[in-house]
């Protein structure tokens, strides 16, 4: 048992062992003390997001609930499919593809193994005055990462910044149903509103 940020980790020998630390991991796949380094993607650049991304990573109990940084290169057909105070929602192609952990028999043991989803259909949103030279936008992801944990139960992937407008997004879940928008509609200005 080790702690980070005052919160136990439990080990479990069922979910295998860290090749990092050789102590059994935390989760299916996943050891929370060595794993949100080495299983995300930095951007380099810009410290304020990678900040932010690391503070989300430690506490990621799950390999599938880690965000990351998503290079513009690796979203393809950005198509937009939404617009309205809350800013402008895309559907998107991500070619790296959403994480998953695959179970694997072993004669009588269950190996657990991370993998992905060959390429997957995301949303993304634009954040707020992200196109400005300043941090706002992250106060506006912090806020809808926490909006996840409460009530919206979208899964977000991570953040990403457009090549050409050099506006921020967030990459979160796609739904494929046509109230989708008006849920996201509904979810955001109801964010906003506690934001501003
Ligand atoms: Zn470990």
Redesign the pocket.
Known sequence: MRNINHCILYREPKYGK??????D?TNTAW?????PDIATRWTIRNKNIDDCLKMFQLRSKKYESVIEWIPFDRLLDVKKIGKGGFGSVYSATWLDGIRKVEKIKDGDNDIYKRAREPSSIVALKTLTSSKENNNYFLNEFKGLMGCKLNFAKLAIYGITQNAETKEYLMVFQYVNNGVFINILKKIFVHLHGRLN
């Open positions: 860290c090749a990092c630390c050789n102590e991991n050891c929370q003390s060595c794993d």
